[in-house]
């Protein structure tokens, strides 16, 4: 006999992670209204695959392996419309407004906006790494890569944003620069 699972078991295995899916998406997407798609998409595959879930298991960890096979989805879709955009029509995809993501709680524009510059492959990881605090074996699982390949793009997307975060570090006092026989000496303040 197949086993049913109720509303409630739903709700309560995934629906505390509805938040944590939502941050990610809009990190990855770069759009709030594709982020909201992109997560009702997600509880709505996990929903109709939830009889296959076994209880008691990581909901979390299983709910973004849908939401990254969802990205995925939702890249392969993007690739293809814009391949089908003339030339003549590149004007309306330069035209279109956009609203850079800022989260109410981080204020720090200048962090976001250099996460938010990140090549992609780079973003997902050190987003999944540093801020929803996966482990590089989870990551490996989520993102179908190799965990030397995990550790590697964590570690040039922590590089990277260390680089364009240098004169905001300044700026706030974090680091000071100092000019020593040609070279950039950082030292914290």
Not at 6 to 35: C, K, Q, W
Not at 58 to 80: G, P
Request: glycine letters at 4%; a neutral charge.
């Amino acid at each position: 006999m197949e086993e049913k699972f109720t509303i409630a078991e739903f709700e309560a295995e995934a629906m505390p992670h509805l938040n944590d899916l939502y941050r990610t998406a809009v990190r990855l997407v770069m759009n709030r209204s594709e982020a909201e798609d992109l997560v009702q998409e997600t509880y709505m595959q996990a929903w109709k695959s939830f009889d296959r879930y076994k209880a008691g298991t990581n909901c979390r960890a299983w709910l973004y392996k849908i939401l990254f096979f969802k990205l995925d989805h939702h890249r392969r879709r993007q690739q293809t419309h814009l391949k089908h955009i003339k030339e003549g029509d590149e004007t309306i995809a330069l035209t279109v407004a956009y609203e850079p993501p800022v989260d109410v709680r981080l204020r720090d524009e200048e962090i976001l906006h250099a996460l938010g510059n990140l090549p992609l492959k780079y973003r997902e990881v050190v987003l999944l790494a540093d801020v929803e605090e996966f482990a590089y074996k989870e990551i490996s699982f989520l993102l179908n890569i190799p965990i030397g390949t995990v550790m590697s793009r964590l570690n040039r997307g922590r590089t990277k944003l260390r680089e364009m975060l240098t004169s905001v570090a300044c700026e706030y006092g974090v680091i000071t620069a100092n000019k020593s026989n040609g070279f950039t000496v950082q030292a914290f303040a």
